[in-house]
């Protein structure tokens, strides 16, 4: 049996990464649904990072996805992860997009930047290589971009599986595999972060902060959360600035077979764990880590109490669930204190140099 991820009811404000606003968000009104006109909105720039040839049939229909938007952006941007040879072919096989080799530090901040630095809109929007929009999602986006006091808009991310879920895999830990949750708000919503997978910023708020941290984020598999720590970095400068989340499933993010794995939950944790402590001390503990630590008080004990009761209820896989869950939230510890102790030998070492 799979496990549907449709069934955890849970409030947006007891996810470890995207959190509601508690103060300010009912200053900013939701753009009106169902506005496509495109004279009313800005130019888009749609920025997408690759680094590998082992995606090339996910960086088509990733392409042809941007190509088929009700409002068509002003350029397509490719930008190819210090890859000569995988940037010559998509030069020369991808007519209507920009190519662009990544200017800066190796991994995902470093194309993203490299991508707005090449870019001319005035809205920049991200989407991975691994994703396919809907042909609404910059008119869906947009609406909340040209609203006063929005800098930057985000959307549902909704799982494209080559496989279907495994019974033991437990929703509240989604986001290891780039899978939004059900029982977030029915309406759009003013949240402390976005996901960088579909999202949009105004160019002006992502260049006041000099775009993505390079030494901050994706390499390969390796993930980090570049795109919390860009979201509070930008709020932190822009005074009553407001990122909005809409739940509108617009964007499908690619769940590949080997991705519902323990292994690959225990990495992701873990990296998420060590994220965490680093951006702690770039961006202050309140900011970072507030609704993380509300999540792991809340949602983690609930989900371990549905997982023992599916289990009496003659669902053995519930026990995985709750067996998961407390291996993935010790682990993601872990992560956190791994990074506390590196800092502190660190320090010694460099006393005694």
Known sequence: MSYDLESNEEALSDRPDIAVMEEGASDVAAGEPGVTAEANYPTVSVIIP????????????CVASVKAQTVPPLET?????????????????FPDVIAVPNIGGRGVSGARNSGVKASRGEIVAFLDDDSIARDDWLATLLRHIVTPGVIGAGCYSDGLWDEPCPSWFPGEFSW?????????????????????????????????????????????????????????????V???????????????????????????????CFLQGWGKA????????????????????????????????????????????????????????????????????????????
Not at 50 to 55: D, E, H, I, L
Not at 77 to 93: G, M, T
Not at 302 to 327: E, F, K
Request: aromatic share 10%.
């Open 50 to 61: 690759t680094y590998t040839r082992a995606r090339w049939d996910w960086l088509q229909e």
């Open 77 to 93: 941007i490719v930008v190819v992860d210090h890859n000569p040879e995988l940037l010559e072919e998509i030069s020369r096989e």
């Open 176 to 236: 290891t595999i780039g899978v939004s949750y059900s029982g977030l708000p029915k309406k759009p919503t003013a949240v402390r972060n976005v996901w960088t997978s579909a999202m949009l910023v105004k160019r002006s708020a992502f260049e006041v902060v000099d775009g993505f941290r390079e030494d901050f984020g994706k390499i390969g598999n390796r993930s980090l959360p570049e795109d919390t720590d860009l979201c509070l970095r930008i709020a932190a």
């Open 238 to 268: 822009q005074e009553n600035s407001v990122w909005m989340w809409d739940p509108e499933k617009v964007m499908k993010h690619r769940v590949p077979a080997g991705r519902a794995t323990f292994g690959y939950l225990m990495s992701r």
């Open 278 to 353: 680093a951006m702690a001390r770039m961006d202050g503990f309140d900011e970072s880590t507030s609704m993380e630590r509300h999540y792991a008080l809340r949602t983690l004990p609930a989900g371990v109490g549905r997982g023992l009761v599916d289990a009496l209820r003659g669902d053995v896989s519930g026990l995985g669930r709750s067996g998961a869950i407390i291996a993935a939230f010790a682990v993601t510890v872990g992560g956190y204190f791994w990074y506390l102790l590196g800092g502190l030998f660190r320090r010694r070492a460099q006393a005694t140099a």
